[in-house]
Nanobody
Framework: QLQLVESGGGLVQPGGSVRLSCAASGSTLDYYAIGWFRQAPGKEREGISCISSSGGSAGYADSVKGRFTISRDNAKNTVYLQMNSLKPEDTAIYYC???????????????????WGQGTQVTVSS
């Protein structure tokens, strides 16, 4: 069964950068669209970016467009989220999720993601 583990979170200053990783085990990621979601304190979880199974297409929410970049290395069974120009409002727990659909619907995986990681905390503060 597919298992996802996020890493790379931490404390970063406003304007800084961090790269999150979503490593898969138990199955290959080749057939899954992968999405990144986040949940800030007191807010609902929101989708922010998605990449298709081949990596050929990606989408971003307006709140992160131009600052975040999603990528994947299927040979390493890992998806990444490069986060630049971070703002305090980016503070959240970040989750990756896999959908057995190959493609994204905008900036979230098509269909309902069936597999979730445990999340990694990103705190943007001076």
């Amino acid at each position: 069964q597919l298992q996802l583990v996020e890493s790379g979170g931490g404390l970063v200053q406003p304007g800084g950068s961090v790269r999150l990783s979503c490593a898969a085990s138990g199955s290959t990621l080749d057939y899954y669209a992968i999405g990144w979601f986040r949940q800030a304190p007191g807010k609902e979880r929101e989708g922010i970016s998605c990449i298709s199974s081949s990596g050929g297409s990606a989408g971003y929410a307006d709140s992160v467009k131009g600052r975040f970049t999603i990528s994947r290395d299927n040979a390493k069974n890992t998806v990444y989220l490069q986060m630049n120009s971070l703002k305090p409002e980016d503070t959240a727990i970040y989750y990756c999720a896999a959908s057995p659909r190959y493609y994204c619907s905008g900036y979230v995986p098509a269909g309902r993601p069936g597999y979730w990681g445990q999340g990694t905390q990103v705190t943007v503060s001076s």
